[in-house]
């Protein structure tokens, strides 16, 4: 029992949001409606000669008839011509809401279009920017190892120079301890040479 009625309740709920969505668009169209038809009325008539009250006695009651009403064909005349403006007016407004509902179906579409894009656009993005933060890390990464090899190479370099250098040194001194070396050994062969010629 209670369910068809929460269901009518939930579409007239759906269809008082639907209304108020289009309230300024229906006032706007009804304050043209009343404008256009105040301005294709047409003037009122000039005021018709009385005319004289008929008194008629009814069967039953006795009592005096109210004035009939005014069935010229003039006063058809307008009524249907009032009717018809009316009527023009109506359908003007009601083409004119249609158009404007089918215009506010469309831009709704595409704002739902738009914003699927843009929820789209959006994760590429991130995922783009993701990618180019870690493309950042590996080439900080690279540099250092680049710049880490760098002063290695200095360092082996300078060390290779002052092996050089040592090498050379020691070369040299080398070289002086084997001269000095010869130059004791020539003495001292001279030296036992003199000594065993004098004996």
Same mark, same amino acid.
């Given at each position: 029992?209670?369910d068809?009625?929460?269901?009518?309740?939930?579409?007239?709920?759906?269809?008082?949001?639907r $209304?108020?969505?289009?309230? @300024?668009y229906?006032?706007?169209?009804?304050?043209?409606?009343? /404008?256009?038809?105040s301005?294709?009325? @047409?003037?009122?008539?000039?005021? +018709?000669? +009385?005319? @004289?009250?008929?008194?008629?006695k009814?069967?039953s009651?006795?009592?005096?008839?109210?004035?009939? @009403?005014?069935?010229?064909?003039?006063?058809?005349?307008?009524?249907?011509?009032d009717?018809?403006t009316?009527?023009?007016?109506?359908?003007?407004?009601?083409?004119?809401?249609?158009?404007?509902?089918t215009?506010?179906?469309t831009? $709704?579409? !595409?704002q739902?279009?738009?914003?699927?894009?843009?929820?789209?656009?959006? !994760?590429?993005?991130?995922?783009? %920017? /993701?990618?180019?933060?870690?493309? %950042?890390? %590996?080439? /900080?990464?690279?540099?250092?190892?680049v710049?880490?090899a760098?002063?290695?190479?200095?360092?082996?370099?300078? !060390?290779?120079?002052?092996?050089?250098?040592? +090498?050379?040194?020691?070369?040299? %001194?080398?070289?002086?301890?084997?001269? /000095?070396?010869?130059?004791?050994?020539?003495?001292? +062969?001279?030296?036992?040479?003199?000594?065993?010629?004098?004996?």
């Open positions: 029992m209670t068809w009625i929460d269901q009518y309740s939930a579409a007239l709920d759906i269809r008082d949001v $209304e108020q969505a289009h309230k @300024p229906i006032d706007a169209f009804t304050k043209l409606a009343d /404008r256009t038809t301005l294709a009325a @047409p003037p009122p008539p000039s005021p +018709a000669p +009385a005319l @004289p009250l008929t008194i008629t009814t069967p009651r006795g009592k005096t008839s109210s004035p009939a @009403p005014d069935s010229s064909p003039d006063a058809l005349t307008r009524l249907r011509t009717l018809s009316t009527q023009k007016a109506r359908s003007a407004l009601q083409t004119q809401v249609t158009d404007l509902s215009t506010l179906s831009i $709704e579409l !595409q739902k279009s738009s914003t699927s894009q843009i929820a789209v656009l959006s !994760q590429q993005k991130t995922a783009l %920017e /993701r990618r180019l933060k870690d493309r %950042e890390d %590996e080439l /900080r990464g690279k540099q250092k190892l710049e880490d760098q002063d290695e190479m200095v360092a082996q370099g300078l !060390q290779m120079n002052v092996a050089e250098e040592k +090498a050379k040194r020691l070369e040299v %001194e080398n070289k002086e301890l084997v001269e /000095r070396w010869m130059r004791r050994m020539g003495e001292e +062969a001279d030296k036992v040479n003199r000594e065993s010629s004098w004996r």
